[in-house]
């Protein structure tokens, strides 16, 4: 079930997606599609041509809808100190923050349109971890 979406324009192409604190400095992209840590995942985007699309799904065990030919470029689990996940920019302008739940560990799948570069339009769906 889709719960959020955003919009944003990115001057760097790289956007962050995770917890409400800061993203830590030791999360370096370098030449990846996405990396990670236990809070955040920074994805590559097309920078400062289009608006980058970001569409947030809960899996509640239902047909969860996200687009499923986009490609997934990270599948884990991240930290979110108070249930609330945050997407934005690598410089602070934009941000957007939606409760998801609980506190705790978040099963989280980032998929995009176009690996790299060239993506315009992201996917995430969140779960709990199962018991």
Not at 63 to 76: M, Q
């Amino acid at each position: 079930m889709q719960i959020s979406g955003v919009e944003v324009y990115v001057n760097h192409p790289v956007l962050h997606l995770g917890a409400t604190d800061w993203v830590p400095v030791s999360l370096e992209l370098g030449d990846a599609d996405a990396a990670s840590c236990e809070t955040h995942v920074a994805v590559r985007v097309r920078a400062q041509s289009d608006l980058i699309r970001v569409r947030l799904f809960q899996d509640l065990g239902d047909s969860v809808c996200a687009d499923p030919s986009f490609i997934t470029v990270f599948d884990g689990q991240l930290l979110l100190d108070n249930g609330r996940l945050a997407v934005g920019d690598v410089e602070g302008l934009t941000r957007f923050v939606h409760q998801v739940g609980d506190r705790g560990a978040w099963n989280v799948r980032v998929a995009v349109d176009r690996p790299g570069w060239d993506a315009r339009a992201i996917d995430v769906t969140v779960s709990r971890p199962a018991k």
